[in-house]
C-alpha cells in the first residue's frame, strides 16, 4: 500500500508495507477520506509520538470501506461504508482498527463527509460530557470555536441546550460560531476575555485546547464548581495556578486525551454519538463543518493551511477520493 511518512518533519506518499492482520475483534478498512487534526502536526514536529504498538504513520480518523474482518466480529462485514476513530495510521490507502472504534455512516451521509466525523465530535462527547459531566442547563465557555473540535462542540451545546460562549481569532470564525449556535463571541486578538465572559455569566465548563496563557484567566472566568478541560497546549506547557481560587471556588482542573485511551474506552465514547449524536447527523440538526480538502500527495498543504489557523472546521485528504 501506499501511506504518508514522516522523514524530518517532511511528508512522503511513498509505498509502505500493508498491515497485519486483522487480529480477533478487528477490521482492515481500504481508506476513503483521513481527517487532519493538530494532533498529526504535533506528531510530524516530533512532539506527539504515536502510543506504544501504534503505526508511526499520522491519522486519526478516517471513512472507508471493510475490507476484512478479523475473528469475533460482529455486525461488520466486507463492503460496509463506514467511519473509524484511530490511535494512527490514517494516512494510508489500509488501516487495520479494533472494530470498537468503527462507526456506521450516519443516514445520508457519503464518505467525505464521514471523515470529518470521528475525531472531533468524539472529543467534543468526551470531554463536555463525560469529563465536563454537563449537567442541565450549565453554562459552556468553548476556546478555538472555529476548530474542528469547537464546531462540534458549539453544536453540541445547541442540541442539548448548554449555552455557549466563544472565542476565536477573527470575525470571519465567530460569525460561523454564531451561525451554528453560539451565543457569546469574543475575538481573541482583543485581549483578555474575562470581562465579556463574566457579564455573559461565567462558565461551568471551559473546554480548553490553549492552556498555560489561557490559565488565569479561565480561572477567573470558571464558576463555583466549575471544571476546566485542558484538551491541548497551544499556548504553552507551564503557567501559574491560583491554587486559593480552586479552592475557595472548588474549581477542577481536568487533563484529558483520547488518543492513548484503550479500546473499549473509545468504544464507549463512539457509542454514546451513535446513540445520541448520529441520530442528529441523521435529522440536519447538526453537520460536520468542512473547510478544504487535498489529495494525500499534498499533505504538507493541508497541514499548513492547519498551521496557519486558516481553517473553520475540518479540513481532509481524500486517499482514493470516494464519495
Known sequence: MHAIVIEQERLHWREQPAP?????????LRVAWAGVNRADLMQRAGHYPPPPGVSDIPGLEVSGTVAEVGPDVDGLRPGDRVCALLAGGGYAEEVVVDARQVLPLPEGFGLREAAALPEVFATAWLNLFMEGQLASGERVLLHAGASGVGTAAIQLCHAF???CFVTAGSDAKLAACHELGADGLFNRHEGSFVDAVKAWGGADVILDPV???YLSDNQHVLNADGRLV??????G?????????M??????LIGSTLRAKPPAAKGAILDALLAHVWPRLTSGEIRPLIDRTWPIDEAEA?????????NIGKVLLAVSGEG
Open 247 to 252: 479552592l475557595m471556588k472548588r474549581q477542577r
Open 161 to 163: 441546550g448548554h449555552p
Open 302 to 310: 493541508a497541514h499548513a493551511h492547519v498551521e496557519r489557523d486558516a
Open 230 to 235: 485542558l484538551i491541548g497546549l497551544m499556548g
Open 237 to 245: 506547557r507551564h503557567a501559574e495556578l491560583d491554587l486559593g481560587r
Open 211 to 213: 492552556g498555560a496563557s
Open 20 to 28: 497485519r492482520g486483522p487480529a480477533a475483534g478487528e477490521v482492515r
